[in-house]
């Protein structure tokens, strides 16, 4: 995980100025763990920065991507999230509740890395790869749902036999 020198050590490399705002951006990034929205972002960090514009911090996002601070996730429609998480690692995505989180385990990139560069001669400096699915809660929930509505119909079955 970069932590908060990481972030304004880009800013500066990149040419920006470090102001009260955007240190309260950065502060926020480091010290968050899962895949922040745009609006969460800001949600975050003007509850203890009031003053703050959406847009001021939505711009220091923006920066902060095109520097390779954050990876910019796009699940579908306008689902933006950003990562924090500088290693090659793998997002499971859920398609139901919108939630990001890493896959933590051992992900055998490196191999995969090769066999790009044997296939096309691509080098491969980082790697996203979003993996969409259904989150364990949600099956939970589903299954919940469909148990329901089985119990529903089974009930009115049986009042029209009755
Ligand atoms: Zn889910
Ligand atoms: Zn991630």
Redesign the pocket.
């Known amino acids: 995980m970069l932590t908060i020198h990481d972030y304004l050590n880009a800013l500066k490399n990149g040419g920006y100025r470090i102001t009260d705002q955007r240190r309260a951006v950065c502060d926020y990034l480091a010290r968050t763990e899962s895949h922040p929205t745009p609006s969460e972002v800001y949600a975050q960090v003007s509850g203890s920065h009031p003053e703050i514009s959406r847009a001021t911090v939505y711009n220091t996002l923006n920066v902060l991507r095109d520097l390779g601070a954050i990876v910019e996730i796009s699940v579908g429609g306008d689902h933006t999230h950003y990562d924090t998480n500088p290693q090659p690692h793998v997002n499971l995505v859920?398609?139901?509740?919108?939630?990001v989180y890493d896959y933590a385990g051992d992900v055998p990139l490196g191999a995969l890395y090769e066999s790009v560069h044997a296939q096309t001669g691509f080098q491969a400096v980082s790697a996203q790869v979003q993996m969409m699915g259904?989150?364990?809660?949600?099956?939970a929930?589903k299954r919940d749902e469909f148990r329901r509505q089985l119990q529903a119909s089974t009930a009115s079955l049986r009042e029209e036999t009755n």
């Open positions: 859920c398609l139901r509740c919108g939630r259904f989150c364990a809660e949600c099956q929930r």
